[in-house]
């Protein structure tokens, strides 16, 4: 084996050696860089799983408050306890009839 | 060291010399290299194993969260945006019996829990063989939190969605309800299963508003129960674009319960239930001579003669005594008039004109609920003569409902839905009669509330339109005149129409000051006008101070 093929075949194995360890290295960035990615989507996951709880709260305060204000319940409670009852047409007074309704009082005179 | 004994120099000698350091380097080489080749390899098998999971992996149970969102579905809502039916996780209470230490104690805690369920069921079901056992089901967090809180063993929780309708009995044949796996069973619910179930489908507004609902029901639950009534319905449309306001149906039921409801309460009469509805028949008939031309409001008809149509005598619960034109036909609600303006009309094109207004088909609402007519198979000259007065056809409320918007919103056909109309659902309108024609109708109804058998519907301030029906029931012998079916189809306000209101009663009784009647005069006219008189201003429809708007046929203008 001559000179110059030893030297070419140290200078080969040099290029594989230096491609294998920069291959490795990105590889090892990657996982790095995707391990964190991995994190960060799992602590999402987490915060997403906090919103779903707090939505489903609402949710549950929605339709408490849905049975809470239904007119049915509404129209019990002011019946039974102020004594209420449905509005009546006579009970009702449109804008333009409330001067002829009540009309205005005579201004006082003023005193000399 | 060896000399070579050939060697040819001065000595000629040849010394072989065995260069045992040499082997030993050259053995070292071997395993170094052997060494290095695994360490390679080994590496390479940790880079391709790096790289397959940073490359290939795609980040799998790293978010269950998608899976919770399968068991979604959307809340409905009524126009204004109140909940209606809503999906809560709730909790399924389980026992491992293994763990479990004492049956007896952890069953007497949860029977102080649930007092509805005894301590013995409890202690049954603690005690069955079996991995994971069903204790109890729907458990709300906050009991979830109780049953935590005892700190018995073997107790587990397993989260599951549950449909839950915070309104109750209010709307509940229009909200419907769902099975466990929250499939669609009944009403909205079923009607727009798929669009409820898509994932992340935002809440669905229907047409109803809860507020006129509630006043529909109220007032129908104080009729049906002081008129003794079996069955009632009663409708709230928008005739102008076909949007059910409200859609009461009594007995009703509790969507959160439905499996302990009776099967009757489960019916929607308002669109189920097809009956025989009388004379609120009669504007159609009305209707269609006008648009035919073939009569018009002041000729007169000899309703005080007896009519016979084949063998059969067609009579008049208030007969006159001198010939009426239409007003009057219809405001006394004369069968005979309406019977020889039928006539005049013919079959053919009667049943032209009632297939025009919907009401020989299926109402095409998004209910499954929506019920057929039944409709006499030969059409012969007394059929023509029966259906002109609401006989010998049965229609659902819904259907008619509907058919009287068409006559009374300026003659165009618009199919009622449960859907609130927006720029997507937009009304399909179908013109079937003329707007002329129409102002005909609305007069004619104006004046049955004003000098007809609909008085007692009027409502100050809001000059209703309107019809009575009183129908004797079918039986075995022909008709039953004991057993009624009364109605009442109204309209508002008469100046500017836009709602229809419409009442039905199912054997509805005579009670004390109604003269021993049971018609619909005294049940249903007043019935609706008392809906009227609460949803009127909650539809921001303005009272009317002024004079009564009469009817054109009015011959006495009322005073207030």
């Known amino acids: ?112 | 060291m060896s000399i070579d004994p050939e060697f040819s120099g001065p000595a000629r000698r040849q010394v072989h010399v065995a260069d045992t350091e040499y082997r030993a380097v050259a053995e070292g080489r071997i395993r170094i290299r052997i060494g290095a080749a695994i360490f390679a390899f080994a590496l390479m098998v940790a880079v391709i194993r790096l790289a397959e999971v940073s490359l290939l992996s795609s980040g799998k149970n790293t978010n269950n969260y998608s899976q919770s969102a399968k068991l979604e579905r959307a809340d409905i809502v009524d126009r204004n945006g109140e909940l209606l039916a809503t999906t809560l996780t709730t909790y399924t209470l389980y026992a491992r019996s293994e763990y479990v230490w004492n049956a007896a104690e952890t069953a007497r805690a949860l029977h102080e829990l649930f007092p509805d369920m005894e301590a013995q069921d409890f202690q049954r079901r603690l005690t069955r063989p079996g991995d994971q056992l069903l204790i109890r089901r729907g458990l709300t967090p906050k009991e979830k939190q109780n049953v935590f809180l005892l700190g018995q063993p073997g107790l587990m929780f397993e989260a599951e969605p549950q449909r839950v309708y915070p309104r109750g009995h209010l709307a509940s044949h229009i909200v419907g309800f769902t099975d466990v796996d929250l499939k669609g069973l009944a009403g909205s619910e079923r009607a727009f299963d798929t669009a409820l179930s898509e994932p992340n489908a935002p809440s669905l507004a229907l047409s109803v508003d809860l507020r006129v609902q509630n006043a529909a029901a109220e007032e129908l639950q104080k009729s049906l129960e002081h008129f003794k009534a079996d069955t009632g319905a009663a409708i709230v449309m928008d005739m102008n674009n076909g949007e059910i306001l409200a859609m009461a149906s009594l007995p009703n039921y509790d969507p959160n319960h439905p499996n302990t409801t009776s099967p009757q309460n489960l019916y929607n009469h308002a669109s189920m239930s097809t009956y025989e509805l009388g004379s609120v028949f009669k504007p159609i008939t009305m209707a269609m001579a006008l648009e035919y031309g073939v009569t018009d409001l002041v000729e007169t008809f000899p309703v005080q003669k007896p009519l016979k149509v084949r063998d059969k005598y067609i009579r008049d619960d208030h007969p006159s005594q001198h010939p009426i034109a239409m007003p009057t036909i219809l405001a006394d609600s004369s069968n005979r008039g309406t019977a020889m303006i039928a006539q005049r009309v013919g079959g053919d094109r009667q049943q032209m004109f009632l297939k025009e207004l919907g009401l020989m088909d299926r109402v095409p609402i998004e209910l499954t609920e929506s019920a057929a007519p039944q409709v006499q198979r030969e059409w012969q000259d007394i059929t023509t003569v029966t259906v002109s007065y609401g006989h010998g056809i049965s229609v659902t409320p819904l259907a008619l409902t509907t058919a009287i918007a068409t006559l009374l919103n300026g003659g165009e056909y618009v199919a009622p839905t449960l859907r609130k109309r927006d720029t997507v659902h937009t009304a399909q309108k179908r013109r079937v009669i003329t707007a002329e024609t129409s102002q005909k109708l609305r007069d004619l109804m104006r004046y049955v509330a004003t000098d007809g058998t609909g008085k007692k519907a009027d409502v100050d301030g809001y000059a209703i339109m309107g019809k009575t029906g009183t129908a004797d029931k079918p039986s075995i012998n022909g008709y039953d005149e004991r057993r009624l079916v009364s109605s009442f189809i109204a309209a508002f306000p008469y100046q500017d129409p836009q709602y229809v209101v419409f009442v039905t009663f199912d054997e509805p009784k005579a009670v004390e000051g109604t003269h021993g009647y049971a018609t619909a005069g005294w049940n249903a006219a007043p019935t609706a006008g008392k809906i009227i008189e609460r949803i009127a201003p909650i539809l921001g429809v303005e009272r009317d101070t002024g004079p009564v708007l009469e009817s054109p046929f009015s011959e006495t203008p009322a005073v207030r």
């Open chain 1, 1 to 112: 084996m001559s000179v110059r093929s030893r030297h070419n075949q140290s200078v080969g194995g040099s290029i594989i050696f230096v491609l294998f360890l920069i291959g490795a290295v990105l590889t090892l960035g990657l996982y790095y860089v995707k391990t964190n990615a991995q994190t960060a989507k799992a602590e999402a996951a987490q915060l997403q799983r906090l919103v779903s709880a707090e939505l489903a709260a609402i949710k549950v305060l929605k339709a408490e408050l849905a049975h809470l204000e239904s007119p049915a319940r509404l129209s019990e409670l002011s019946a039974s306890r102020l004594g209420f009852s449905s509005i009546e047409v006579k009970q009702t007074l449109t804008l333009k009839d409330i001067e002829s309704v009540f009309p205005l009082k005579d201004q006082p005179e003023a005193n000399p």
